[in-house]
């Protein structure tokens, strides 16, 4: 856009500096009057000049307008084009951040069963210590024999013994 302004503004410039001549042109020929005869015969030079430079600058403003008007388009059409680029960008981070997303879920869905799976076995193989330290005629095996009898092993009534008092590391 800046340089639309100074283009405008040398455009400007030149179109003053025109005008100016012109009008010294016009005043010079008012001080020096040409014969009658001449005037109405063939139109002078300066005369040529200076209409076609009325017509030129006439023209002139259309066409800075249109190339304005032309800048103008060509701005907003990259100021679309970035703002469509960022909103692509914007789209695709997303689906890459779903998309990581999915695999840690994934992931999660794999490892979970496998992290259960130590932590049962690991639970078991505590339940299957503590009961062989149980001593036999202890009132704690009594106990835990009343206890154990309504569940389908010594080992997961142990288990959940041993959770119930927080004796899993």
Known sequence: MESIDRLLAELRAEYQESQKKSAELKSQRIV?????WQANAVPSNQAIETSGENLHFGGFDQDL????????????????AKQEQLLAED??????QEIVKQEQ?????????????????????????????????SDERFWFDQFAFKYSSRIDAAIDYLQAVNEFD
Request: glycine share 0%; hydrophobic share 30%; net charge neutral.
């Open 91 to 96: 789209e695709a981070q997303n689906k890459a």
């Open 105 to 137: 879920q994934q992931v999660e869905t794999i490892v979970q069963p496998q992290v259960s799976v130590k932590t049962h076995r690991e639970k078991v193989r505590q339940a299957q210590v503590w009961l062989k330290n149980l001593s036999k005629d």
């Open 32 to 36: 020096q009057p040409e014969p009658l």
């Open 65 to 80: 307008a249109q190339v304005k008007a032309e800048y103008e388009k060509q701005d907003q059409a990259q100021e679309i």
